[in-house]
C-alpha cells in the first residue's frame, strides 16, 4: 500500500518488544524458524475447510493438525499455538522445559492426565489462582528456580577451524554446522555417554602417546557431551573471530569430502570483521589451542555475546568460491609475513623501512632470524610490534626465554610429573613450547607462526636444540624425538618461523657456534644502522621530551668508546625512552640505579675511569639539570 494504514499503539508496542522469549538459537537462525513457519501454514492450508473451522476453535483439534507437520522446529509450533490459542497454551516453547515445569508442580494437581499441554495448563490456572488470579511468568523467578533448579548461563567454545590441512568455516557456514574430524571413528556409541566415548578413543587411538590420546579425548567429550543448544562457538577465520549458536540436535558422525567428523548444528551470522589481533587482551588471549582443537572459553561468554549481538544472518552467497559440490577449499600456500613496513617504522621511529624490510624478507627466506645488539636498543620490544603489525593471533606466536640451566626437554618434549587418580602421581612426556607451537602450525599451514626466542645465546644451544640443528637447516625432513619411542616423527613446518633475540654485552655467552650462525640471519640493531639513526631524538620530539636526553645518552656512549669498552656495551635508546625522564629527579635516579652500577662493572676497580663521566655537569650543560629554585629545566 502507499499509505499503509499501521497498527494500534497497544499491538504495535507489544509487537515491537516481543511476548515470547524465543530462545538464543532460535532467534540466531530466522531463516530456519521462517522455514518451519512455512510448512506449518502449508499444513494447515492443506486441511479441510471443517477441520480448520474446528481447529480454530479447538486448541486441542488445533494441536493435533499441527502435531502432524514432520521436520520442523518445535517451538515454531508451540509458538503458533500460544498465538492462535493464547488462553490454552504457555509462552514456554520448548517440550522438556513444559515437562520439568509439570514434573515441579505436579504436588499442586489432583491427578495427571499423561496430556503433557493439558497437565502444562492445570498447572498454571493453579498458580495463578495462588497469584490472587493474576498472571504468571514461568520464566521469572522465583518460579523459574522451582522448575530449572538455576537459571541457566550458558557456555562458550572454541573450535579449530584449520584441520588436516583444510579450511573447514566455508564448509561451517555454508552448512549450518560444526565438525570435530575423528577419521578413526566408524560410528558413534549407542548410547554417547563420557564411559562410552571414553573407552572408544581409548581403543581406536591406542597407539598414539597418551598426550595427544588424551587430547583427542577432551576434543570429542567436549564436542559431544559439554556443548550445549543455545552455547556460543567461536572459531578464528583467518584472523577474523567468526561466532555462531549452537542449535538443538544431536551429534552424529558423518563423511564430508571423505573426512569422518562430529557434527553439531549451528547458527552461523554474517561473515564478521572483527580482527582476532583487535579484541581485548582477556578475550584474545583466551582464544588459544594448547593441543587440543576443542576449549571451554565460558569465562569470556557476556564479552562474545556482546560482540555477538548485533550480527544479522545473512544467506549463503553461492557465488563464493569456498566450496564446489561439497569440497572442502584447500588452504593457500605458502605462509609469510607481511605488514605495512612504513606504519610500523613510523611506529618505531625509524628513519625509514629499509630496516623492516630486510628483516621480513630474511624471515621469509630463511625462517630464521636473530636480532642482535647491546642492551636497551628494543630486540625484543620490536619482535612483539612485528607480530602485532603482521596481524598474528596469540594462538600463533609463542614466547620462551632461555637461561642457564634451560634444557632439551623444557624447550621440545620431557617428562613432568602429572596426577593421576588411579595411579596417583607419575610422569608422563609432556611437549615444551617448541612442540607446541609446531604442531599448531601444522594445522594451520597458511597461517605464519612465530617463536620468538628471548636471549637465545644465554642457554647452552648445542643441548637446547640437540637435533634439531638438522631441522632447522632442512624443513622438509623428519626426525625421531628422544621420548617419542618410535611413535612418531617430527619435523618444524614450513610456516613456522624462529625470531632470536641477542644480548651482545654479556661477554661470557656472545659467541654462538658455527653451527647455529649457518642457520641463522643475523641482524644487528646497533644504532650505527642507518635507519635507526636518529630513533631517540625522534621519539623524544613526539612525546614531548627534551631532545637533549639523546645528547646525554651519547656523550655517555662516548666516553664508554673513550676508554677502549666496546660498541656492543653502549647503552641503547631504550633506556631513555620513559616519559617520566621530563622530571630531573627521575633522570638522576636513572643515573644513579641503573647506568652507573653498569659502568662500575665495566670499569672494575677503574675509579680514575669513572669520575670521567661526569653526568650532573653534562646536565647542567644540556638545561636538563633542575633549575635553581627547584623547577624543571626548559623543553
Known amino acids: 500500500m502507499t499509505d499503509p494504514p499501521g497498527l494500534p499503539l ?65 517451538r515454531v509450533v508451540a509458538l503458533l499455538s500460544v498465538v492462535v490459542h493464547p488462553g490454552s497454551f504457555t509462552t514456554l516453547l520448548r517440550g522438556e522445559d513444559r515437562q520439568r515445569v509439570v514434573d515441579s508442580f505436579a504436588d499442586r494437581l489432583d491427578h495427571r492426565t499423561g496430556d503433557l499441554d493439558h497437565d502444562l495448563l492445570s498447572v498454571a490456572l493453579v498458580l495463578q489462582a495462588e497469584q490472587g488470579g493474576h498472571g504468571v511468568d514461568l520464566y521469572a523467578p522465583p ?26 568455516v566455508p564448509t561451517w557456514a555454508s552448512q549450518g554446522i560444526i565438525t570435530l574430524t575423528v577419521e578413526r571413528f566408524r560410528q558413534m556409541p549407542a548410547q554417547p555417554t563420557q564411559a562410552a566415548l571414553t573407552a572408544l578413543v581409548d581403543e581406536l587411538y591406542g597407539d598414539m602417546s597418551v598426550v595427544k590420546r588424551e587430547a583427542k579425548k577432551r576434543d570429542v567429550l567436549a564436542f559431544t ?31 564430508i569430502d571423505g573426512t569422518t567428523a562430529i557434527t553439531r548444528p549451528v547458527a552461523w551470522p554474517a561473515k564478521q570483521d572483527t580482527k582476532v589481533t583487535d579484541l581485548q587482551s582477556m578475550v584474545s588471549s583466551r582464544l588459544r589451542f594448547k593441543g587440543e582443537d576443542v576449549v571451554n572459553i565460558t569465562e569470556v561468554l557476556d564479552e562474545l555475546e556482546s560482540l555477538h549481538a548485533g550480527d544479522q544472518v545473512q544467506p549463503v552467497d553461492e557465488s563464493e568460491e569456498t566450496e564446489v559440490d561439497g569440497a572442502v577449499s584447500p588452504l593457500p600456500r605458502p605462509a609469510v609475513l607481511r605488514c ?82 588411579d595411579s596417583g602421581a607419575r610422569l608422563t612426556v609432556v611437549p615444551g613450547p617448541l612442540k607446541r607451537i609446531a604442531e599448531e602450525a601444522a594445522k594451520a599451514p597458511d597461517k605464519p607462526h612465530v617463536l620468538v626466542i ?103 656512549n662516548a666516553t664508554m668508546r673513550g676508554h677502549g669498552l666496546e660498541a656492543a656495551l653502549e647503552f641503547g635508546p631504550s633506556y631513555f625512552m620513559r ?57
Request: charged share 25%; proline share 5%; hydrophobic share 40%.
Open 225 to 255: 557431551l559439554g556443548m550445549q543448544p543455545d552455547d556460543l562457538v567461536a572459531t578464528d577465520d583467518h584472523g577474523l573471530l567468526r561466532l555462531g549458536r549452537i542449535l538443538k540436535g544431536e551429534a552424529t558422525l558423518s563423511s
Open 454 to 556: 628471548d636471549e637465545i645465546n644465554r642457554a647452552n644451544i648445542a643441548k637446547v636444540f640437540g637435533e634439531l640443528y638438522f631441522l632447522l637447516e632442512y624443513r622438509d625432513a623428519e626426525i625421531e624425538l628422544l621420548y617419542s619411542d618410535g611413535k612418531e616423527r617430527f619435523k618444524l613446518p614450513e610456516n613456522l618461523f624462529i625470531i632470536g633475540t641477542m644480548n651482545t654485552a654479556d661477554r661470557s655467552i656472545a659467541l654462538l657456534d658455527v653451527a647455529m650462525r649457518r642457520r641463522f640471519v643475523f641482524l644487528g640493531m646497533e644504532t650505527s644502522e642507518p635507519a635507526l639513526q636518529g630513533v631517540l631524538p625522534r621519539w623524544c620530539e613526539a612525546n614531548g621530551l627534551p631532545v637533549a636526553l639523546a645528547k646525554l645518552r651519547e656523550r655517555i
Open 579 to 635: 616519559p617520566s625522564l621530563r622530571d630531573p629527579v627521575v633522570l638522576k635516579r636513572l643515573w644513579r640505579r641503573d647506568l652507573l652500577p653498569m659502568l662500575r662493572e665495566h670499569h672494575y676497580g677503574d675509579d680514575i675511569a669513572l669520575s670521567s663521566y661526569r653526568f650532573d655537569e653534562w646536565c647542567d650543560e644540556l638545561g636538563l639539570a633542575p633549575g635553581k629554585d627547584g623547577s624543571e629545566p626548559p623543553q
Open 10 to 74: 497497544r499491538i504495535s508496542a507489544d509487537l515491537e518488544h516481543g511476548f515470547v522469549p524465543g530462545g538464543k538459537a532460535l532467534s540466531a537462525d530466522p531463516v530456519a524458524m521462517l522455514r518451519s513457519f512455512i510448512s506449518l501454514l502449508e499444513q494447515w492450508h492443506g486441511q479441510p475447510a471443517e477441520r480448520r473451522v474446528r481447529a480454530w476453535e479447538d486448541p486441542w483439534e488445533w494441536r493435533d493438525v499441527m502435531a502432524t507437520v514432520t521436520g520442523v522446529d518445535e
Open 340 to 421: 605495512d613496513t612504513k606504519a610500523l617504522a613510523f611506529e618505531l621511529y625509524h628513519a625509514d623501512d629499509s630496516w623492516l624490510v630486510e628483516l621480513l624478507d630474511s624471515l621469509n627466506e630463511r625462517r630464521q632470524v636473530i636480532l642482535e645488539g647491546a642492551p636497551g636498543t628494543g630486540k625484543t620490544y620490536l619482535a612483539h610490534r612485528l607480530l602485532a603489525a603482521c596481524g598474528l593471533t596469540p594462538n600463533e606466536q609463542a614466547l620462551v626465554q632461555f637461561h642457564p640451566t634451560y634444557s632439551h626437554e623444557d624447550f621440545v618434549e620431557g617428562f613432568r610429573p602429572t596426577d593421576s587418580k
Open 143 to 168: 518460579l523459574v528456580n522451582v522448575w530449572s533448579g538455576t537459571v541457566a548461563v550458558g557456555g562458550a567454545w572454541l573450535v579449530r577451524g584449520q584441520v588436516e590441512q583444510r579450511d573447514w
